[in-house]
């Protein structure tokens, strides 16, 4: 197998003297879709800050390419459940958007085309002088997702980004994340409690076990591309996948 895009290697993690994460190994292929789920503490908030280089493991290894990860890169974006503290309220749509730009050295003669661009992409294009009060739960993830779409990550690290949106906009969210994905290539870890919308979205699903965190099991989700929310979720190996999966998480 050719060298993964991420490696987590016998990772352990303490914090205050407790073991969160122990042993703890994954690989991840460039352009995977990886769904993680698992209990509430088991850790998987804690792996993702561990591959965005916000919290350091006190043993094994976080690899990125082969490089330990140390610090934040612009390589890897992170978008979290709670888009409303994740945005700047006294900027618009498009200043929380050039707020990426900025930080990326982008001219300010190139922002603004770059900022119609991604508002475009993810369907806010009308919406770019409004503040994120004035737009829906939907549509602040939207903004949170372009903000972090205008990094050009390689790596998107999506921690339970769509748990606090209703069904439908749930499920038009989900499939707006394969288009981009698709789109872009960047390779994505996700965390979900939600095992439908895990098998929904993954290549793989991963399920963590607490205490300490790490992998239980993982699932290979051999369902056709391109996902469609009836004719995939009725399908028989989704059906199935399901069952094993529900069977596997309450085993631990
Ligand atoms: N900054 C922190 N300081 C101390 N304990 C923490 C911190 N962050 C997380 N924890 C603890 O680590 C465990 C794993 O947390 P977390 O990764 O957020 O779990 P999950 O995302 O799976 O719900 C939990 O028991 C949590 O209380
Ligand atoms: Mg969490």
Redesign the pocket.
Known sequence: MAEPLIRFERVRLD??GRN?LDELSLDIAEGEFVCLV?P???????LLRLLAGLVAADAGQVLLRGQPVRKPTPEVAVVFQDYGRALLPWRTAAGNVSLALEAAGVPRVQREARIAALLAKVGLGCHAGKYPMQLSGGMQQRLQIARCLAQQPKVLLMDEPFGALDALTRQSLQDEALALVRETGATVLFVTHDLEEALYLGHRVVALQANP?RVAAEVEVRLPWPRAQLSTREHPEFLALRHRLYGLVQAH
């Open positions: 914090y205050q969160v698992g509430s503490g088991c850790g998987k908030t804690t965190g």
